[in-house]
């Protein structure tokens, strides 16, 4: 008899007898838990009961709805790759192969939504649904979303149905007998009425919810219908949804059937009162205590960060004043002076990864005059301190977009002597913020100039180098793709990058220190400073920023179009190559240049997909075949038009054929001579070719 295949060593001996102690402990553990009627004991677990304790009513265990077989699963895989692809002949064609999987789903919705391999087509459902399909859905649903909102794969269906039937509300309320006249005998529903129906479902639950990995996500999403905010925030931001969602998309570029983009327009009454009901019964029960703990919940801050942003966009004022607002409850000192408990509060949550989201949302929502309170007692007097720090210049960020002249001159004395630090510590996104905000409050940045070039260096070409880190990834030894790959994933660089571009926008000194930098650089840097990912946009801003930089383009133009057919061909520098036009404008002869270097290498850029590009921008087509029109526009005229000089050879001509006629009218009198009109457009042109 053949032995059983082993691996030798102490390692694997000790591996297989580590496994067969975990064998005969889960079969003792399984004869135990049957012994006791399946009542499972946890031992050393015991309840927590500290000073956070939020009180929560947790709703009761989730049901199972079911499995598919194999069949109905292989079905519904196939149509949800249809689906993906989209690749339907017309509207008619998809119209009947979704009619025909509503048919095959119809009353196991719930068990696709809680499948792992089929959510997926639920939400492919919905996206293509119309308007008719997304309520009779809806109202599948409705009853479960309580269980639904709680699973892993059924959450995300929801919070798509939300999103694509929330238009539906507002085309109900404008257009009422539109709305109403596809409705069947057993859709009886409004859109308006099925979300509200959501809201009661919910509400006895919203605390516990709150705090759910999945819930809270499907919460939020509810949250911004019911406020009538724009839906595109929901994909643009963190906010109602979590940055690791799966974004369930088409592959053509076809609208969906509903024919509604994300926007919700016109919100009915009825939504405001919902949504005032669900935040007061969701803060009723919590007292400070309780509220702060939530604010450095990982699951549950993002939603109280919606909930007090909405409560400053609906009430403003009169909340701030309120005792039972979300905002008076974390912070109930007025005014929060240094020595208050909410003082402490908040310079804690300052420092926290978590707590200090809702500290930016605080200063950047408040009121105008609470604003002011929480600056000058909570942030005026540690404007160092918290650029310093890697969590809390983010909040100061937020904090130096609000401030007014004279603040943000105060904040600039004290930043400047510690710009030097700041960069060494790549905390560039405060100076960058410092020069937007002073460049639009008009204020003086001229300490700012002093600061940074301090900081960076007095030498122009070290300066840059140092700022965009161009020779970080130089290496001999190292192949140039995975230079580019070293310096795409350097998120300095990429905010050195955006300090510079911010800089460009500044006419004057902050200006002049990136112009005269790039200017110092000979043709191997200037070309390895296209090429690269974040310092190419620099090079590119610079081409194209206002101020006095007709001198800096007219030097580097030419410098840039000797190189032309290398930069095109490459994928980050032939971006580059598309400013040029706009960077040589009122320089028709270097556009003229550098076109007939792309038309001399016409084969090479078509042969790469950027030349291909830079070849479509620059309208080479154009240029090859109607050169006349193609130096028109590069000249700076629309095609087709005239010339000054054209203009005032036709005035000279219609002139001097004015003159003849008079003279030819009056000796046509006695009949001796016939008058003809005056030439015009090309015959006059001609004529003073002529003449």
């Not at 689906?83 to 008619?92: A, G, H, I, P, V």
């Not at 087709?640 to 001097?656: D, F, H, P, S, W």
């Amino acid at each position: 008899m053949p032995k059983e295949h082993k691996k030798r060593g102490r390692r694997e001996e000790k591996k297989r007898k580590r496994e067969q102690e975990e064998d005969q402990f889960s079969t003792k553990r399984r004869k135990s838990e049957e012994d006791t009627n399946d009542e499972i004991i946890i031992d050393n677990v015991q309840p927590y009961d500290g000073a956070d304790y939020i009180p929560i009513v947790a709703p009761g265990e989730i049901p199972f709805y079911g499995l598919l077989d194999e069949e109905e699963q292989e079905y519904f895989k196939r149509a949800d790759s249809m689906l993906e692809l989209n690749q339907f002949n017309d509207d008619e064609e998809r119209r009947l192969f979704l009619a025909n999987v509503y048919k095959e789903a119809n009353g196991k919705e719930l068990k696709i939504a809680n499948s792992q391999s089929c959510s997926r087509l639920m939400e492919r459902l919905i996206l293509l649904s119309t308007p008719e399909q997304l309520k009779a859905l809806f109202q599948k649903f409705s009853g479960h979303f309580l269980h639904l909102a709680q699973h892993r794969f059924a959450s995300h269906c929801c919070e798509t149905l939300f999103m694509q039937a929330a238009p539906i509300v507002g085309e109900e309320i404008t257009a009422p007998a539109k709305a109403q006249s596809g409705i069947q005998p057993n859709q009886t529903s409004t859109a308006e009425q099925l979300f509200l129906d959501v809201s009661k479902e919910l509400e006895g639950y919203l605390g516990y919810l709150m705090t759910d990995r999945f819930a809270s996500h499907t919460l939020r999403v509810l949250f911004v219908v019911l406020s009538g905010r724009p839906l595109v925030d929901v994909h643009t931001t963190s906010l109602p949804q979590s940055k690791k969602k799966e974004r369930i998309t088409l592959s053509s570029r076809e609208p969906p059937l509903t024919g509604t983009s994300l926007s919700i327009g016109t919100v009915p009454d009825t939504f405001q009162v919902a949504l005032d009901h669900m935040m007061k019964n969701m803060v009723a029960d919590l007292d400070t205590t309780s509220l702060r703990a939530l604010a450095s919940h990982p699951v549950a801050n993002p939603l109280l960060q919606l909930l007090l942003d909405l409560e400053f966009q609906r009430s403003g004022k009169s909340k701030a004043k309120d005792t039972n607002s979300i905002f008076r409850k974390l912070l109930p000192d007025d005014p929060p002076e240094e020595s208050t408990d909410s003082a402490s509060f908040f310079n804690g949550m300052l420092y926290d990864p978590i707590g200090s989201h809702l500290c930016e949302v605080l200063v950047t929502n408040s009121p105008g005059r609470t604003f002011k309170v929480l600056y000058q007692s909570l942030i005026r007097d540690k404007l160092q301190t918290l650029a310093k720090n890697e969590t809390a210049n983010y909040v100061l960020i937020k904090a130096m977009e609000r401030l007014n002249k004279e603040d943000l001159e105060q904040a600039l004395h004290e930043l400047c002597p510690q710009v030097a630090l700041l960069v060494e510590r790549s905390r560039t996104s405060v100076i960058k913020c410092l020069v937007e905000r002073c460049h639009v409050r008009g204020v003086d940045v001229g300490p700012l100039a002093i600061a940074l070039e301090d900081a960076y260096g007095h030498h122009h070409e070290e300066r840059l180098n140092k700022m965009l880190k161009l020779d970080t990834c130089s290496s001999e030894s190292m192949s140039e793709e995975r230079q580019k790959h070293i310096g795409s994933h350097d998120p300095s660089k990429a905010h050195t990058s955006l300090l510079a571009q911010s800089m460009l926008d500044v006419p004057g000194k902050l200006q002049d220190l990136i112009i005269d930098s790039i200017s110092s650089l000979d043709n191997t840097n200037l070309q390895k400073m296209a090429k690269d990912r974040s310092a190419t946009h620099v090079l590119q801003k610079s081409l194209t920023c206002a101020g006095e930089t007709n001198r800096y383009r007219r030097m580097i133009m030419p410098r840039l179009a000797n190189m032309t057919v290398e930069l095109a061909t490459d994928p980050v520098a032939s971006h580059v190559v598309d400013t040029f036009w706009h960077g040589s404008n009122g320089f028709p002869f270097i556009r003229e240049k550098i076109a007939e270097q792309l038309m001399q290498n016409e084969a090479i850029l078509r042969e790469s997909a950027p030349g291909r590009a830079v070849w479509r921008n620059w309208k080479m087509d154009t240029y090859k075949t109607k050169r006349y029109d193609w130096m028109a526009e590069a000249k700076g005229r629309v095609p087709g038009t005239k010339t000054g000089i054209e203009l005032a050879r036709e005035r000279y001509v219609n002139q001097k054929s004015g003159s003849k006629l008079i003279r030819s009218g009056e000796k046509g009198k006695g009949g001796a001579t016939a008058s003809f009109p005056a030439p015009t457009g090309a015959n006059a042109i001609l004529a003073t070719g002529q003449s």
